[in-house]
């Protein structure tokens, strides 16, 4: 009697194996990239940013309205700022700030919504972003 493989056994597995793989690598990746994960698995809100930058501004600006502090990476006072940013394009696919981490997860849609903040200000507007922190919020104003 033959044994039949199911192709979606086939298809599981290799993803399982795809995100173990990247996993890994992100584990044992650059300098920079350790900085990444420990800075993001070491605070509840992680914000990678650029003190100049508006729409990191507009991040910042939606935490201090929830009375939330983020821990704030400004990305061009540090000598590594430009390695951090590149394995912030390894790690999450792109290299745009403002990158905003709750719990340890990545804050933004796969549709690319994080770049140029939209992501954020919208869930802070509809309170999906206070329900995400486990914080009361009130009627939002337009930030």
Known sequence: MATRIR???IL???????????SLSWASGSPEATFVKK?????KIVIFSKSYCPYCKKAKGVFKELNQTPHV???DQRKDGQNIQDAMSEIVGRRTVPQVFIDGKHIGGSDGKSLFIS?????YE?????KLLGVASE???DL
């Not at 599981?12 to 990247?22: K, M, S």
């Not at 800075?39 to 605070?43: A, K, L, M, V």
């Open 7 to 9: 192709l979606p056994s």
């Open 73 to 75: 990476v400004e990305l």
């Open 139 to 141: 009627q939002k104003d």
């Open 119 to 123: 992501y954020t200000v919208e869930a």
């Open 126 to 130: 509809s309170g999906e972003l206070a």
């Open 12 to 22: 599981a597995t290799a993803a399982t194996l795809a995100v173990l793989a990247a």
């Open 39 to 43: 800075t993001i698995s070491s605070h």
